[in-house]
């Protein structure tokens, strides 16, 4: 997984063992602080309700700094979603010797067409996000396509720039 | 005269029946609504159609799925299921959300070996129906 921002760019190899949890590492290059360096990162799931037509997941996620103990975040996110409507969050708080920092987000979506399997699957979304380095809320849209394995996401703001994420799944 | 009435009335009462057989029985493998047994069958008649033209000697596990929104979601039980060389072929269904599984007919399909792949996937696998072509 690859995911940039105002404040990262970031690569994320993850392998979940069970669907419980996933263990993985993450290379940063931190573009508020100016730095290098990479987590070890812990994810468990909290609770998931499937029903007929939707799923809710609730997951707490965490990781270690390769800068030292003393250096990791914590954190919760969560989502709901059917074939048509998509609901999520994030809190995470992180620990550095700097500064440490909170981020939250809030996102909703809605899919314009319901595809069938192994269609491209497109979803309309519009997230908010603040952390307490700039203080600051940034609303905008993003648009999530997926076809087969891959998944795009790409969101853009003229202050805090693009927000691109991209998924393979294995 | 009378003969040839009866004949006739005989005739379109006999004709009048078959077409409503066919939408209980399987029929040169072709399925319908409802199964000879006269259960429903829980999948979209055209696209198990679709699914069975090339299988031969198979028997399809027709497994009902809570949980399965996304296409994204639901490679890994793709992927999952087509590692099994008793699997020949798999379906994801997400509108009615069903997964149709074709095995070697030897095989013996256990529900709770399905469940706890789909599990592991993050579904909940709800019940099954085995048909045998």
Request: glycine share 6%; with cysteine.
């Amino acid at each position: 997984m690859a995911f940039s921002d105002n404040i990262k760019n970031s690569i994320y190899y993850h392998y979940s063992p069970s669907y419980k949890y996933s263990v993985g590492l993450e290379n940063i290059k931190d573009n508020y602080f100016k730095d290098d360096y990479s987590y070890v990162r812990f994810t468990y799931l909290l609770d998931r309700k499937n029903t007929e037509h939707s799923q809710r997941n609730l997951y707490f996620q965490s990781g270690i700094s390769s800068k030292g103990f003393d250096e990791f975040f914590y954190g919760i996110h969560g989502d709901w979603e059917t074939r048509r409507f998509f609901v999520g969050f994030g809190l995470k708080e992180t620990k550095k010797k700097i500064q440490d920092y909170s981020e939250q987000y809030y996102q909703i979506g809605v899919a314009p067409y319901l595809g069938d399997y192994g269609d491209l699957h497109t979803w309309i979304m519009m997230k908010t996000k603040k952390n307490s380095l700039e203080n600051k809320w940034s609303t905008y849209p993003v648009l999530k396509l997926f076809k087969g394995d891959v998944l795009m996401e790409f969101g853009y703001h003229k202050k805090t720039e693009w927000d691109v994420h991209l998924m393979y799944r294995f | 005269m009378k003969k040839i009435l009866l004949l006739l009335v005989f005739t379109s009462m006999t004709w009048a029946e078959n077409p409503h057989e066919h939408m209980h029985h399987s029929h040169e493998g072709h399925l319908h609504e409802e199964l000879v047994d006269g259960k429903k069958l829980e999948v979209d008649p055209e696209r198990f159609d679709k699914f069975i033209v090339d299988l031969k000697d198979s028997q399809i596990a027709i497994v009902n799925i809570k949980g399965m929104v996304c296409d994204f979601c639901a490679r890994g039980i793709e992927k999952t299921f087509k590692k099994d060389t008793n699997v020949k072929k798999i379906d994801v269904d997400l509108s009615k959300g069903k997964v149709l599984i074709a095995y070697n007919i030897a095989h013996k399909i256990v529900f709770d070996d399905i469940k706890e792949r789909i599990l592991i996937n993050g579904q909940n696998a709800i019940d099954m129906q085995i048909i045998n072509l």
